[in-house]
């Protein structure tokens, strides 16, 4: 079992940058590719980036390529999505989302991918 516990949502201009984190228990983290979804009012929820257990490979969505980064710390247990040159339209709750599978070597870009997921942190960008 893993819990996920995610931090570091807020209210921010556009322009501006925020971190999310990602906080996971158990010890099997390491193994694991995590992903970070979001979801509008309105909107399904969509795939923003992943991280291969490694944090050798990385993949985002086009609509963020450039301008999120993420990237882990399995020491910690805790895997990072930077969020820079923020827009209105990144608006939504984020999530993390963890793979039921250890060692895998590419990124699920769709939820049904993962298993666990995390309450979510709300990312507001005022324009």
């Known amino acids: 079992q893993v819990q996920l516990v995610e931090s570091g949502g807020g209210l921010v201009q556009a322009g501006g940058s925020l971190r999310l984190s990602c906080a996971a228990s158990g010890r099997t983290f390491s193994k694991r590719v995590m992903g970070w979804f979001r979801q509008a009012p309105g909107k399904e929820r969509e795939f923003v980036g992943g991280?291969?257990?490694?944090?050798?490979?990385?993949d985002y969505a086009d609509s963020v390529k450039g301008r999120f980064t993420i990237s882990r710390d399995n020491a910690k247990n805790t895997v990072y999505l930077q969020m820079n040159s923020l827009k209105p339209e990144d608006t939504a709750v984020y999530y993390c989302?963890?793979?039921?599978?250890?060692?895998?070597?590419?990124?699920?870009?769709?939820?049904?991918?993962?298993?666990?997921w995390g309450q979510g942190t709300q990312v507001t960008v005022s324009s």
């Open positions: 991280i291969i257990w490694s944090g050798s490979n990385t």
């Open positions: 989302a963890a793979d039921p599978t250890y060692y895998r070597t590419n990124i699920p870009l769709s939820g049904a991918g993962y298993h666990y």
